[in-house]
């Protein structure tokens, strides 16, 4: 029996894509780094992709070495170039990286020259896929005094109790299947469908947008009881569930 | 492979250093080797409390430095030959200690102890966290009353993130609740929290639940921890919270069903 030493496989790997608009050496490092700085974990050794479609028309040279050489200095893995224009082939030649093709990059697919609709439908269709898989974050332990999570972009599910002095965030809903005795502040970014659910309210704070209440108004009706709420018209709404 | 058991709490003087001489003199009576370590570095107490003070030479932060071995610094109780103190300095502070300094100890000690007992100095700072980083266990002692309540949550949130198991992913620091200074009678009265309530509020298991007594200040004057105190009922709810914490099932005492005779007691003594 020969043992097999590989397997090809297709995949779909997400990666950042860098949409270059103009470039000089100065101006692009100090925000770059800002950019980093904001989460510097986050970007740490991450692959991206750098897209010269959307630069300015008249820029007919660009140094991309520089480029490659800055985008390596904070850790990221230039991996490929993005070109639908032929004004750079030979620089991008000159840096050994290969260039994809606009099909190549979006969807994998053999199919050759998309026409301006059809790549603008593509583009619908991502952003509402886009909507429909938004990431919710998932947190089985209890969150203690002191701790705070932050569920970005998505909703909030935490399967234990959020201890008073703890602090749950999120861009979407805020789902606890257990006592909410701490602050609980959904839809942070302005979200003002977004909802706060728990199966046992004891809530310190409730912020629905940056609408909030007290645990005074909450003892009234819903105390230790399942809950959810939501926000009518600017005024927060307290409901048993 | 020794198991090193943390004793911390966030909040100062709910009765770490007596569970930790309790405990770590409960294990080494059941015939366990060992070693209960004072992580207070500045604020010297084990010693006093299990009556060993004026036999210090050596400390914790001479071996850290190489000032010292560890058989100097070690010193072996007078009651039971499975147990030994290694005691914090007096003279320094907390950044006498460093993450590395405190492996090298604690896997020098693993080579010969069952039980490597960690006591925790109070807050959430440094100190405390050193003491716990390295716990595969953790004993979170507590009082019934809302503050060291809400400071035994911070810990158990900092024992989840910030200790080495949380950060190289392995099991979590298993967790176990002490509940000290338990008072039936004025649980009843509504002056104090009651096991459920704290449970509640912490949930994690609980490991014991010792009544509040006077056996514990004598025992903490006369440096003999309570434990070897046979007719102390503080002890004999140490000896019960030792046998849990080496896997075996027993009733809790001294809450629900000894409540009456507690108060009967309690009475029948005013």
Not at chain 2, 258 to 269: D, N, Q
């Amino acid at each position: 029996m020969s043992d097999t030493c590989f397997q090809l496989k297709g995949s779909v790997v997400t990666t950042f894509i860098l949409e270059l608009l103009h470039f000089s050496l100065d101006e692009f490092t100090l925000q770059l780094e800002e950019k980093i700085n904001q989460a510097p974990m986050f970007f740490k050794q991450s692959p991206v992709i750098i897209s010269l479609d959307k630069i300015d028309e008249n820029i007919t040279e660009l140094n991309l070495n520089e480029l490659l050489l800055t985008c390596r200095k904070f850790n990221l893995q230039p991996m490929a170039f993005k070109c639908s224009h032929n004004r750079f082939l030979n620089s991008i030649k000159a840096t050994g990286l290969t260039l994809l093709s606009d099909n190549a990059s979006r969807a994998g697919t053999k199919a050759s020259a998309t026409s301006e609709i059809s790549d603008n439908k593509i583009d619908k269709t991502d952003i509402k896929n886009n909507t429909a898989y938004h990431t919710s974050k998932l947190i089985s332990r209890p969150v203690r005094s002191g701790q705070q999570i932050y569920a970005a972009g998505g909703d909030l599910i935490i399967l234990s109790q959020v201890s008073e002095g703890a602090e749950v965030l999120a861009d979407g809903n805020i789902h606890i299947y257990g006592a909410l005795r701490g602050r609980a502040l959904a839809g942070v970014k302005g979200n003002t469908d977004a909802r706060v659910f728990c199966t046992k309210m004891e809530a310190e704070l409730i912020s629905i947008a940056g609408n909030f209440m007290l645990s005074d108004s909450l003892r009234e009706k819903v105390w230790k009881q399942s809950a959810q709420v939501y926000l009518d018209e600017q005024i927060l709404q307290v409901e048993p569930v | 492979m020794a198991e090193i058991i943390v004793v911390t709490s966030g909040k100062g003087g709910v009765g770490k250093t007596t569970t930790s001489a309790a405990i770590g003199s409960g294990l080494a009576i059941r015939g366990h080797k060992t070693v209960i370590i004072d992580f207070d570095v500045g604020l010297r107490n084990l010693d006093l409390i299990m009556g060993c003070e004026r036999r210090v030479v050596y400390d914790f932060v001479n071996v850290l430095n190489n000032e010292a071995n560890l058989n100097q610094a070690l010193i072996k109780d007078k009651r039971n030959e499975n147990l030994f103190i290694l005691p914090a300095s007096q003279t320094r502070d907390k950044d006498a200690l460093t993450l590395d300094g405190v492996q090298t100890i604690l896997n020098e000690l693993a080579e010969t102890f069952d039980f490597i007992i960690c006591d925790s100095p109070a807050g959430i700072e440094k100190g405390a966290q050193m003491a716990l980083y390295y716990a595969d266990q953790a004993i979170v002692v507590t009082n019934p009353e809302v503050s060291s309540v809400r400071d035994s949550d911070r810990i158990l949130g900092i024992l989840q993130s910030k200790s080495l198991r949380a950060e190289t992913g392995e099991d979590p620091v298993k967790e176990h609740l002490l509940l000290t200074r338990y008072n039936p009678m004025r649980v009843t009265e509504g002056e104090m929290l009651s096991v459920t309530d704290v449970e509640e509020i912490l949930a994690i298991p609980l490991l014991g639940v010792i009544p509040e007594s006077e056996a514990v200040l004598k025992a903490s004057n006369q440096g003999i921890p309570v434990i070897f105190d046979e007719t102390a009922d503080a002890g004999h709810a140490y000896q019960d919270a030792v046998s849990r914490l080496l896997g075996e099932k027993i009733e809790f005492r001294f809450l629900e069903v000894e409540k009456k005779g507690l108060l009967k007691r309690l009475l029948g003594a005013k």
